[in-house]
């Protein structure tokens, strides 16, 4: 008897937990645009810059975002491997940089915010709502904050110096900059190569 009940409370602890920790994953939105042409412009070495002030999160989606875009046979490189993140340059600096290492692409994503979602993720039958109005219960529904985390990329030629890709993603549920970046980096490469920018 003791036995079974000790299960019980196991369950009863375990089962809300495991709910918790699958019912969300992180996922992202994108709304992009592309410049129309009569031809596929592919490229073959991008240089990449997060601009975002916290250094952590540049770091790990600066290397993620070429690490993806390595896989899928383009020669990418990080900013933090050519520039200090503190110092400020001039058109000339990058000008040089670009054409020196022969990058075709710029890729340049701008952090533009945050949003904190409250979602009440207590489901209610009509029993269930007659039973907690019809007598006093301790028991509550658990209100739980959402972060969605937007960015705007925008993928420049250096051939031109002009914007041919652009998008806003919105990434919701991101638990850490690893789990923010791989689901970032997901939806961008897919959307290079549904766009032709990347073979």
Not at 13 to 37: D, G, K, M, N, V
Not at 57 to 80: C, D, F, P
Not at 162 to 175: F, M, Q, R, V, Y
């Amino acid at each position: 008897m003791i036995k079974k009940n000790i299960y019980r409370y196991i369950l009863i602890f375990l089962i809300p937990l495991f709910l918790q920790i699958y019912s969300c994953s992180t996922t992202t939105e994108l709304a992009s645009w592309r410049e129309q042409t009569t031809e596929d412009s592919t490229f073959q070495k991008i240089f990449v810059m997060v601009l975002i002030r916290d250094l952590e999160y540049r770091i790990i989606l600066e290397n993620k975002i070429t690490a993806e875009l390595n896989k899928a046979g383009v020669n990418a490189v990080q900013s933090l491997k050519k520039l200090s993140p503190v110092e400020r340059y001039e058109k000339d600096d990058f000008d040089t940089l670009l054409q020196k290492n022969n990058f075709d692409g710029f890729l340049m994503i701008k952090y533009e915010g945050s949003i904190e979602e409250k979602k009440n993720k207590e489901g209610i039958t009509y029993y269930k709502y007659y039973r907690k109005f019809s007598r006093p219960t301790r028991r509550k529904g658990y209100i739980e904050s959402h972060k969605i985390v937007i960015f705007e990329s925008v993928l420049f030629s250096v051939l031109n110096e002009k914007s041919i890709w652009a998008a806003t993603t919105k990434t919701n549920d991101s638990s850490g900059p690893e789990d923010l970046a791989q689901s970032f980096c997901e939806a961008i490469i897919k959307e290079f190569k549904t766009c032709r920018l990347i073979r």
